[in-house]
């Protein structure tokens, strides 16, 4: 298989090795010390922050699952048009742009249900 020897830089400072970026090229994180993934005085580290990140998003997405409340609740004064087991249809018509047709729409308590 032929070997891949192409080399990638991250701007044109790196391609050209100026000297003010070849000076601070090894401090290019300078929030930790030399130990590998010890943090300085500030006393947080990457680890800290994935700890809150994923606290953060699983206590996001729980209070995100949380139903709304629905309740029936009965007529006080129940209209005289409507019976909760008998649907009623009505005859109306749809339009779209220049093309119309009628169309019947079955209604159930005042919500349609179903449209022939």
Partial sequence: MKENKKTYWKGLEQLTNDPEFVKHADQEFPGFTSKKGQAED??????????????SVAAASLAACEAPVRKAIPYVNKPVDINPSVPNYYASTFANGGDYASIVVKTREGRPIKID
């Fill in 42 to 55: 500030n006393g947080s580290s990457r680890r800290d922050f994935l700890k809150m990140m994923g606290f």
